[in-house]
């Protein structure tokens, strides 16, 4: 093959691709991904062929010849019941109450041994709310206008400071987001957090197919159009990066997984690592109750006695009865909304970390833009491609003694997805609901919030209303815009 660049011939011969990478290829029917080769720099011929090398090509093949051949979600839910779980409704009753006091004492046992760590999924970009940048460094505080990842970060660092010890956190990021989240980090100095407690490591990627073929799309003639592998990569990421080894070595034993664009997520939750230790769970996860039955969430439900989610996808086209089952007291059975907050074990992960199968792959049709055998960018107006995903809870029926905790969304779930104007998720929904659950914790600390005052509470002032009633007066009248910190 000849090496062109506006029509003038290189000084030095192309790479050789006529060995062991087109074999590779050719053994797949991939062999279009050279197909620009000759119109490539040394630079881009290298990298290309470094990707091309990285591919799990068979694995590409079967994936994609299986077919969306899997679960019948159907004759899955007709079998479906609640999960055990430990409802809000519980606390209401003296035997809860005894039980949400003794889930305390144990999670502050183990909040205060330092066997809690924080996982943060960062993968993600922030194409969605129109951010050119990784959602992580999205300016989210109402008040303040600190990022998402800064005001989780500060979460941890306030829990630790709280039990007197050092809680790492360990960040996921993407191939997108690895770089520039940490140079982000790196110029605002963690925010506080020490460089040995912030452990970073980058999730994996999968190539995306046409729909019809299964060839390997290019997103440029020297790149494969990539796509991070979905969260349940955290499992071989985690384990491949060493960074489980070293949260072992210091003695954790229980990871707090959520994701980076849950404001409200309260970590370091006492009540919710209580029940999880006391019931010797391997994954507890949060969930909210359902608003209604085809919410747009995660259905956790389970099935022949283990825990599984059912996808808003897989969920929203099925029939209406299916959906709205009730128990004989007139609630939901599949009541239970996957909020993406889990507590998983260690010792659970590296066991099946070392399991070729221990998650599944899922099929996501998607629009993903590619370059024609004519050179051009198409960018699709329908789905046209196959994206290939590991999502983490599928871990849930592998785990022994998995269970559920219902939380209040109001205090706990407030993701960010949309751009401003969309109907749901955006950043002014859920500006308002930090609004709204630190006014409360102002006024149970008997203050006054004027009508129409913004008002935001750093974690490194409180974490909760408790701690926010021990420092605000009664009394205290708050009239203008007021950022406690």
């Given amino acids: 093959m000849a090496f062109r660049r506006s029509g003038v011939r290189a000084p030095y011969p192309p790479l050789d691709v006529g060995g062991k990478l087109l074999h590779k290829l050719a053994a797949h029917g991939q062999q279009h991904l050279l197909q620009f080769w000759d119109e490539l720099d040394r630079d881009g011929q290298e990298s290309l062929a470094a990707q091309i090398d990285r591919l799990d090509l068979a694995l590409v093949d079967r994936l994609f010849q299986q077919g969306d051949v899997g679960d019948d979600v159907q004759a899955i839910l007709e079998r479906a019941g609640s999960p055990p779980a430990v409802r809000l409704e519980d606390a209401r009753q003296p035997q809860g109450k005894r039980a949400a006091e003794a889930a305390r004492q144990a999670g502050r046992q183990a ?10 999924a960062a993968g993600g970009q922030g194409t969605r709310l129109g ?16 990022t998402l990842l800064q005001i989780l ?33 790196a110029e605002h100095n963690r925010f506080g957090l020490p460089e040995d407690d912030l452990l970073l490591f980058c999730q994996g990627t999968m190539p995306a197919v046409d729909a019809p073929t299964g060839k390997v799309l290019l997103a440029a003639k020297d790149r494969i159009a990539l796509s991070p592998d979905g969260h349940g990569s955290l499992l071989a990421a985690i384990a491949r990066s060493g960074v489980l080894d070293e949260l072992e070595r210091r003695g ?63 969920f929203k086209d099925l029939p209406p009865e299916t959906a709205e089952r009730r128990a004989p007291d007139g609630s939901l059975v599949i009541w239970a909304g996957s909020i993406a907050v889990h507590l998983m074990e ?41 994206k290939f995903e590991r999502f983490i809870f599928d871990l849930m029926p592998s785990a022994r003694n998995a269970m559920v905790v219902e939380i209040d969304r109001r205090q706990g779930f407030a993701p960010l997805k949309n751009a ?42 409180a974490l909760d209303a408790e701690e926010a009633a021990g420092k605000i007066a009664p009394g205290t009248r708050v009239t203008r815009d007021t950022y406690f910190r």
């Fill in 420 to 461: 401003p104007g969309e109907p749901a998720d955006t950043p002014e929904q859920v500006r308002e609901q930090m609004m709204a659950e630190h006014r409360r914790w102002l006024q149970a600390a008997g203050a006054e919030v004027a009508d129409g005052v913004k008002v935001e509470i750093s974690p490194l002032f």
């Fill in 153 to 185: 970060i500060e979460k941890v660092l306030a829990t630790g400071r709280r039990y007197g010890v050092r809680v790492p956190a360990a960040v996921m990021t993407s191939p997108a987001t690895d770089e520039p989240t940490t140079r982000f980090l």
């Fill in 346 to 386: 260690v010792a659970f992960l590296k066991r099946m970390a070392a399991r070729a199968d221990a998650l599944p792959f899922h099929r996501a049709h998607k629009k993903v833009p590619y370059i024609s055998d004519e050179g051009r960018l198409v960018e699709p107006r329908e789905p046209n491609a196959l």
């Fill in 131 to 146: 951010f050119r940048q990784p959602k992580a460094m999205f300016p989210v505080g109402p008040v303040s206008q600190n």
């Fill in 252 to 314: 954790i034993r229980t990871l707090y997984y959520f994701q980076v664009d849950n404001l409200l997520v309260r970590f370091g939750a006492a009540e919710f690592v209580g029940h999880h230790r006391l019931a010797g769970s391997e994954l507890t996860t949060q969930v909210i109750a359902k608003a209604s039955p085809l919410e747009r969430v995660g259905n956790v439900v389970e099935v022949d006695g283990r825990l599984r989610v059912i996808e808003y996808s897989e």
């Fill in 111 to 120: 909040l205060a041994a330092g066997e809690v760590a924080a996982v943060i």
